[in-house]
């Protein structure tokens, strides 16, 4: 069986040779086809890549479809933004993140990505997460690799960019081991420490050392090293100590970050708010062994639904735990841009929380992008903006309790039994004549209490911090808060800051009534219940929804 039973014929081997020939024959002509780039699969490696990073339609496969997706791409646009998305973007630009978009086209110059530096770049949602410290064009958005800096000997140095007393902007500020550092070659040009910041340990007296530094710049790479980490983007920072901080604080950021605003350069959103002096919790640190019981957290002011509605894009409050975090690790930090508000350090100097306010200037429709992010939180449709502009609609908002926004923490005032039921009396009536009328109690659900404010038109209350809720309001030529004092008492607190978004404000001392620019002197509240005359309460709402 092994063995060949006769030789190959001669037709046999002509065959072998003929297949050996081609054989050889084929290989040579493939060989020389892939040496000159003129086979076909080299020829679909070598196929040109498009402006769009693709290779022309008659190449691809579908695995490229299924990792590039399928849709069209256009030069200059958001590769993938369907219509719907796009409107989407622009809604959110226009309003959530309308920190300065007010130029016209600034939606539609975003989708398309015209004109922005990397500093400006942003992702799909319109969160910022560019570089916002340099104003390098070059930059584009940030990776894991940027959130570290080598700086070598050349420390960065620190840019005054805003500056009143208490209430500062910085560019490249410098954190290491508890302290913050102002890296500059001129350091007499830089305001002095007790003007940027307060002792962390009594902020009735300046920065020691360990808390505030003007360090010059032939002393930095000695302090600070060769490298270290870096924090993005825009950070407010309230030095105040727990006592101090209220509903004026965050709005106080607000308005000395908004002083940067101008109609060709929109800002970006903040991104994080740091309380140093503030702890995460502000009852007694419980036995770690009962898990039984809640712990109150320490109040910034701002109710926690409302700080999460009106500032989407901040990543969450930073307590003085988180603030140590950083001074644990012994690396230096850099903040691109830090937004920082101190009130021992304004008050040193003869001022107060308002100098934002006051000594600097700022568009009247600072506060727009936190209204407008309220809104949408509380899917108010244009239906109800609408009917909000009609100023038809009045909040009352009670407190009898006496209590502040933080339910035990802040005093504020409130009205007589006797006086208080005549005001509810006197709404009925305003009711009867056509006027929506929203009673909000102490114990009203949030949600409850914000869309009425949000609608309303009139605001009224007793002094307090209860009235934060009113910067809400829809800007109209109606828009009115209504503080109650007692006699003998005004705290101005509330008119500034309703002057600035250019509402209108009503003082009751008692039966007297103050608008425009007579306002009894700043007296504080000696703890009495405030009387009023309702009638007269009930006749000012009238005029203030007769407006036009």
């Known amino acids: 069986m092994g063995q060949w039973t006769s030789p190959p014929t001669r037709r046999e081997l002509s065959l072998l040779v003929f297949c050996v020939a081609i054989f050889i024959l084929a290989y040579n002509i493939d060989a020389s086809l892939r040496l000159v780039g003129l086979s076909a699969p080299h020829a679909t490696l070598s196929a040109p890549i498009g402006p769009d990073g693709r290779r022309p339609e008659a190449y691809r496969d579908g695995l490229e479809d299924e ?21 989407r973007i622009k809604g959110a630009v226009g309003k959530a993140k309308g920190w300065g978009s007010s130029a016209k086209g600034w939606e539609d110059r ?22 916002y410290g340099q104003l390098d064009a070059e930059l584009g958005l940030t990776s ?26 910085l560019d490249n500020v410098m954190f290491a081991f508890g302290t913050l550092f102002v890296v500059s070659d001129e350091p007499d040009s830089m305001p002095p420490a007790e003007e940027l910041g307060s002792s962390l340990v009594d902020h009735s007296q300046p920065p020691r050392d360990i808390d505030w530094q003007i360090l010059p710049g032939w002393n930095a790479l000695s302090k600070l090293g060769t490298y270290g980490g870096r924090i993005h983007g825009v950070t407010l920072m309230s030095y ?90 012994n690396t230096p930090v850099m903040f691109d841009r830090l937004v ?67 339910a035990g923490v802040r005093p504020a005032g409130r009205l007589r039994d006797e006086d208080h039921k005549a005001l509810l009396e006197a709404l009925k ?28 038109a009139v605001t009224i209350g007793t002094f307090g911090d209860h009235l934060s809720d009113a910067v809400f309001m829809r800007p109209s030529l109606q828009t009115t808060l209504i503080e109650l004092f007692p006699s003998g008492t005004y705290i101005r607190d509330w008119q500034v800051v309703m002057r600035s978004m250019g509402h209108n404000y009503i003082a009751f001392q008692s039966e007297q009534k103050f608008s425009g620019d007579s306002m009894p002197a700043v007296s504080l509240s000696n703890g009495e219940d405030v009387h009023i005359d309702a009638k007269a309460v009930v006749r000012a709402i009238k005029e203030e929804l007769a407006r036009r």
Do not use: C
Request: cysteine-free; hydrophobic content about 35%.
């Open 429 to 456: 009536g305003l009711r009867r004549s056509g006027v929506h009328v929203n009673v909000i109690e102490e114990t009203t659900p949030w949600a409850e209490r914000m869309r009425a404010v949000v609608r309303s």
């Open 144 to 169: 894991v690799n940027d959130e570290s800096l080598k700086w070598g000997e050349n420390v960065p140095r620190t840019t005054v960019v805003k500056h009143v007393p208490g209430y500062t902007i």
């Open 110 to 131: 975003y989708v398309h990505g015209e004109g922005l530096t990397g500093r400006m770049a942003m992702w799909l949602q319109g969160v910022g997460e560019g570089r």
């Open 240 to 329: 105040d100590d727990p006592q101090s901080t209220d509903a004026r604080t965050i709005l106080a950021l607000q308005r000395l970050y908004s002083t940067l605003n101008d109609s060709s350069t929109p800002l970006s959103p903040p991104h994080r708010l740091v309380f140093p002096s503030v702890p995460t919790f502000s009852d007694k640190k419980p036995d770690p062994d009962d898990g039984a019981i809640p712990r109150r957290r320490s109040s910034v002011g701002i109710h926690p639904y409302t700080f999460k509605a009106a500032y989407p894009s901040l990543a969450g409050a930073l307590f003085s735990e988180d603030y140590d975090d950083f001074v644990g690790m």
């Open 67 to 87: 990792i590039f997706g399928e849709w069209d791409w256009e030069a200059g646009r958001i590769a993938g933004v369907k219509a719907a998305e796009e409107t």
């Open 340 to 406: 920082i508000a101190d009130r021992g350090a304004s008050a040193r100097r003869g001022g107060d929380w308002a100098r934002p306010f006051t000594d600097m200037q700022a568009d009247v429709a600072w506060f727009e992008p936190a209204r407008r992010a309220m809104e949408d939180a509380l899917a108010l449709g244009e239906a109800e903006r609408g009917r909000a502009g009609l100023g038809k609609e009045v909040t009352y908002l009670v407190n009898q309790r006496g209590l502040g926004l933080d």
